[in-house]
């Protein structure tokens, strides 16, 4: 009996110290996480390198050592990606952005170069955008959709960029387009949230720019280079001036509220009204630094200002961002000629969306693929 029970202690002893031992040992594997599945790398990632802005690669890690190897898919989705991976954060306490000052000599350059872009055909379009250096990659792709369905146009595009590096680049690759610069601060070419101080800002700056080209008597398409064009509104645009004369032709929201009107594009017509329009614009945005231009347009258009008729396209006709969040069914009914990527923040995740639907005709090095790029449109239009 007595041998019994020490058996019985012997064994409980034994169980006792195996369940302390495996709970010590998964404490310690917890915490340096050696109870995750082992990572086994792609090896087919080696062979192709994914294409498109979903793709972080080469050395976007490096701090100027050696070059660090792999991929990382859905980097675009995943915001900041030094929060993601915990890097520390250190506390920077920035100024308030100053507005965007024009210097003589860039107006008059400025001038010049829009003047030297328009022919003697009273029915030529200046098609014109104002970029950051953020916006350099959606650009370039804009210019690469351009290129793929007309390439003569190319020399009817003009860029201002506030950075010149953005130019160069720009004008490296698409060498017929025309493009000026105005050399500004980080905070103005960095990824700008919609409605931020700086982004107002950068409105402002291109309100002027409007005003001017509305000056020189030029008519422009004003132009958003996150959007996308399936096909040339041209004749589009002609239809519609045949049918009533307008001086302003904007799109209209997905989502109809307070703002009616969008801006791109913007078809502005040689008339006395639209530059009214384009001047009264610049100077209610200069007198209260919170305001939007699209609330401007709205205004002045909803209130017609000094007889200012603004006409839209429709929305199957140019399409927003309301596009993107629908079905594949509900997306045959409608085959718009242009596609706005807006209702969306931040220059990756525009960038990302438009690779997920197709849209993204640079290749991990930036090159443009005009192949894929006709093909990609094709779909679009059937």
């Given amino acids: ?9 012997r064994w409980s002893f034994i169980f006792g110290c195996f369940c302390i031992y495996g709970f010590a040992h998964f404490l310690h594997n917890y915490s340096k996480n050696s109870w995750l599945p082992e990572i086994i790398e792609d090896s087919t990632l080696k062979k192709k390198t994914a294409d498109g802005p979903l793709i972080l690669r080469d050395d976007i890690f490096d701090n100027g050592g050696k070059k660090k190897s ?14 993601f991976f915990d890097a520390p954060i250190s506390k920077v306490t920035e100024s308030p952005p100053k507005p965007i000052e024009i210097s003589k000599k860039f107006l008059d350059k400025f001038r010049t170069m829009a003047q030297n872009l328009i022919s003697n055909n009273t029915e030529d379009f200046i098609l014109f955008s104002v970029i950051n250096h953020a916006y350099y990659n959606l650009t370039s792709n804009f210019l690469c959709n351009i290129y793929s369905i007309d390439e003569k146009l190319h ?7 506030l950075q010149e590096e953005s130019c160069k680049k720009l004008k490296k690759d698409w060498p017929k387009i025309s493009c000026h610069w105005l050399e500004s601060d980080k905070q103005h070419n960095e990824g700008v949230d919609w409605g931020k101080q700086i982004y107002v800002q950068i409105l402002t700056f291109r309100a002027k720019l409007l005003e001017e080209l509305a000056k020189l008597s030029l008519q422009f398409i004003l132009f958003e280079s996150d959007s996308i064009w399936i096909k040339l509104p041209f004749e589009l645009i002609k239809n519609i001036t045949a049918i009533d004369d307008a001086d302003i032709l904007v799109p209209i929201n997905g989502y109809p509220g307070k703002q009616k009107f969008a801006f791109d594009p913007l078809v502005a017509f040689n008339t006395q009204a639209r530059t ?3 001047i009264e614009m610049r100077k209610r945005l200069e007198k ?7 609330e401007v347009l709205n205004d002045l258009c909803s209130s017609q200002f000094k007889g200012v008729i603004c006409r839209n396209f429709e929305w199957s ?5 309301k596009y993107f969040k629908m079905g594949e069914r509900e997306r045959k009914e409608y085959k718009p000629l242009i596609i706005n990527n807006n209702y969306y923040v931040g220059v990756k995740n525009k960038s990302a969306r438009q690779a997920l639907n197709g849209l993204w005709f640079l290749s991990p090095k930036g090159i443009c693929n005009v192949s894929k790029a006709k093909k990609q449109l094709a779909k679009y239009q059937s």
């Fill in 1 to 9: 009996m007595l041998l019994r029970n020490l058996s019985k202690i």
């Fill in 70 to 83: 792999g991929v990382i898919q859905g980097a675009a989705l995943m915001g900041n990606i030094e929060e």
């Fill in 155 to 161: 020399s009817k595009i003009f860029i201002v960029s």
């Fill in 276 to 278: 009214d329009f384009f």
């Fill in 288 to 294: 209260d630094p919170a305001l939007m231009d699209q």
């Fill in 317 to 321: 006709e140019v399409a927003d961002g």
